[in-house]
């Protein structure tokens, strides 16, 4: 069964930092492009931070980038998002997820990933 954990949310105030992991198994994600996205209620899930299979390529959307960071550990099969200068405006459920049809190359397209966890919710106090 493939399944996609994140952890290490929680409640942090304004300027501090969390770091995100999200454990894969079921399978090797090692040269999957892997991604991750947050959602607010009431508003469509977006995407935050995106990587390709060999790590050589990366995304951010605009809100956060210079602030958060991905990386992935293939050995492990693991994904991380650490996210520094957090803001009110961060706060959302962030979920992992793994496009297995992508390895040198990301989609920011939600429909373009086959695995999605279950999310984590980050809350940023201000």
């Known amino acids: 069964q493939v399944q996609l954990v994140e952890s290490g949310g929680g409640l942090v105030q304004a300027g501090g930092s969390l770091r995100l992991s999200c454990a894969a198994s079921?399978?090797?994600?090692?040269?999957?492009?892997m991604g991750w996205f947050r959602q607010t209620p009431g508003k469509e899930r977006e995407f935050v931070a995106l990587m390709s299979g060999s790590g050589s390529r990366t995304s951010y959307a605009g809100s956060v980038k210079g602030r958060f960071t991905i990386s992935r550990d293939n050995a492990k099969n693991m994904v991380y998002l650490q996210m520094n200068n957090l803001e009110p405006e961060d706060t959302a459920v962030y979920y992992c997820?793994?496009?297995?049809?992508?390895?040198?190359?990301?989609?920011?397209?939600?429909?373009?990933?086959?695995?999605w966890g279950q999310g984590t919710q980050v809350t940023v106090s201000s």
């Open positions: 079921g399978r090797t994600f090692s040269n999957a492009a």
């Open positions: 997820a793994a496009d297995v049809h992508r390895t040198s190359t990301i989609s920011n397209y939600q429909r373009d990933y086959d695995y």
